[in-house]
T-cell receptor, first 114, second 114 residues
Framework: AQSVTQLGSHVSVSEGALVLLRCNYSSSVPPYLFWYVQYPNQGLQLLLKYTTGATLVKGINGFEAEFKKSETSFHLTKPSAHMSDAAEYFCAVSSFTGGFKTIFGAGTRLFVKA | EPEVTQTPSHQVTQMGQEVILRCVPISNHLYFYWYRQILGQKVEFLVSFYNNEISEKSEIFDDQFSVERPDGSNFTLKIRSTKLEDSAMYFC????????????FGPGTRLTVL
């Protein structure tokens, strides 16, 4: 069975500060990992994904995430927060287990203070 | 840029009524998905669909739910007899191939059951 745990339902940072959103996963097969962002009243937009290969993945809007198998983690970072980064962020895990299914974490709402 | 579209954006219905939520996936995509997000909660997988049949479904997707691809462009989710707890945002998504590929999400349909 797969699961995703996002540590911290709310994270608040100052503009220009480092953003760190934590995600840990559980999967019985090699996972494929995703970060999505959701702005108010909008759908989900893919930030980045890890499938295979390089464990440090770069995405849109300056975000990146590192897959650490030993820690079962896929934390999302951005060196310098911008006001426009304020949104809900979802970590997700997917794997082919005879079917196609993506499991989402509970989400972390990012607040950016001026 | 191609995008997934969903109609209607907001549906209000009476408990016990049938509703059909419509989605137009990206045209060359082969895999289709429905997710739901109850207000303030995480995104939950409902069902995936490939080659005109359900590939996988969650425990939420009971006999009250069905999906169909009635023509070459639409992908629908039907709820036969809505309950209050079906009130949620329903997202359609599509991907070009396997679930390891990026899933593109539509903007969602907000379903309100009274």
């Amino acid at each position: 069975a797969q699961s995703v745990t996002q540590l911290g339902s709310h994270v608040s940072v100052s503009e220009g500060a480092l953003v760190l959103l934590r995600c840990n996963y559980s999967s019985s097969v090699p996972p494929y990992l995703f970060w999505y962002v959701q702005y108010p009243n909008q759908g989900l937009q893919l930030l980045l994904k890890y499938t295979t290969g390089a464990t440090l993945v770069k995405g849109i809007n300056g975000f990146e995430a590192e897959f650490k198998k030993s820690e079962t983690s896929f934390h999302l970072t951005k060196p310098s927060a911008h006001m426009s980064d304020a949104a809900e962020y979802f970590c997700a895990v997917s794997s082919f287990t005879g079917g196609f299914k993506t499991i989402f974490g509970a989400g972390t709402r990012l607040f950016v203070k001026a | 840029e191609p995008e997934v579209t969903q109609t209607p954006s907001h549906q209000v219905t009476q408990m016990g009524q049938e509703v059909i939520l419509r989605c137009v996936p990206i045209s060359n995509h082969l895999y289709f998905y429905w997710y739901r997000q109850i207000l303030g909660q995480k995104v939950e997988f409902l069902v995936s669909f490939y080659n005109n049949e359900i590939s996988e479904k969650s425990e939420i997707f009971d006999d009250q739910f069905s999906v169909e691809r009635p023509d070459g462009s639409n992908f629908t989710l039907k709820i036969r007899s809505t309950k209050l707890e079906d009130s949620a945002m329903y997202f359609c998504a599509s991907s070009e191939s396997r679930s390891t590929d990026t899933q593109y999400f539509g903007p969602g349909t907000r379903l309100t059951v009274l």
